[in-house]
């Protein structure tokens, strides 16, 4: 069973277009996260959720808005893509209230290409 | 603001040979956890060091967490191919629960 899913795993779009990324984790954690990570390989938070409830929120543009139906689901839906959105997105999740004493558990990414 | 930088950024070595990637913190660390992320793939959490000096050790894996609590290292002794990825390091900072990661270090191997 995959602990931390996303979907999809490759995406492909045109400038401009709006986009959902999904991220489901079976783990029983209380915190979710979604990473961005560039081609140089950064890994930079964005956005971080413990229960449905958002507790980090990184400079990020108002185009991304994360989304956290109920603890097991964090979405990211990105509007208005630009070419600078291109990059691997991870989700994660941890166990406590995202103390960073938790390790990570990451889903396997999605590949967002804007054209 | 904090800034956690990790050193060398790329290694290339041969196999059976050892390899160190050292993470350098601007501020105190209260801890420092370490991930594996081969090509392509997914970060993988390796271990968390909590305590001043202390020392872990995974296999041919030997993890440092410095005196001062503000660097650490990750030593791969005999590298085989499977050691191929990228390592990252990652701390807290601010006060809230929030987790940098350091810029990495890209192992490849010759066999």
């Known amino acids: 069973d995959t602990a931390v899913s996303q979907t999809p795993k490759y995406l492909v779009t045109q400038m401009g277009n709006d986009k959902s990324i999904k991220c489901e984790q079976n783990?029983?954690?209380?915190?979710m996260y979604w990473y961005k990570q560039d081609s140089k390989k950064f890994l930079k938070i964005m956005f971080s959720y413990n229960n449905k409830e958002l507790i980090i929120n990184e400079t990020v543009p108002n185009r991304f808005s994360p989304k956290s139906p109920d603890k097991a689901h964090l979405n990211l839906h990105i509007n208005s893509l630009e070419l600078g959105d291109s990059a691997v997105y991870f989700c994660a999740s941890s166990l406590l209230s995202g103390g960073a004493l938790d390790e990570q558990f990451f889903g396997p990414g999605t590949r967002l290409t804007v054209l | 603001g904090q800034q956690v930088m990790q050193i060398p950024q790329y290694q290339h070595v041969q196999e059976g040979e050892d390899f160190t990637t050292y993470c350098n913190s601007s501020?105190?660390?209260?801890?420092i956890q370490w991930y594996k992320q081969r090509p392509g793939g997914h970060p993988v959490f390796l271990i968390q060091?909590?305590?001043?000096?202390e020392v872990k050790k995974q296999k041919r894996l030997t993890f440092q967490f410095g005196e001062a609590k503000k660097n650490s290292s990750l030593h791969i002794t005999a590298t085989q191919t499977t050691d191929v990825g990228t390592y990252f390091c990652?701390?807290?900072?601010?006060?809230?629960?929030?987790?940098?990661f350091g810029s990495g270090t890209r192992l490849s191997i010759r066999p």
């Open positions: 990652a701390g807290p900072y601010s006060s809230a629960s929030k987790i940098i």
């Open positions: 060091l909590v305590k001043s000096g």
């Open positions: 783990l029983g954690h209380d915190t």
């Open positions: 501020t105190t660390l209260s801890n």
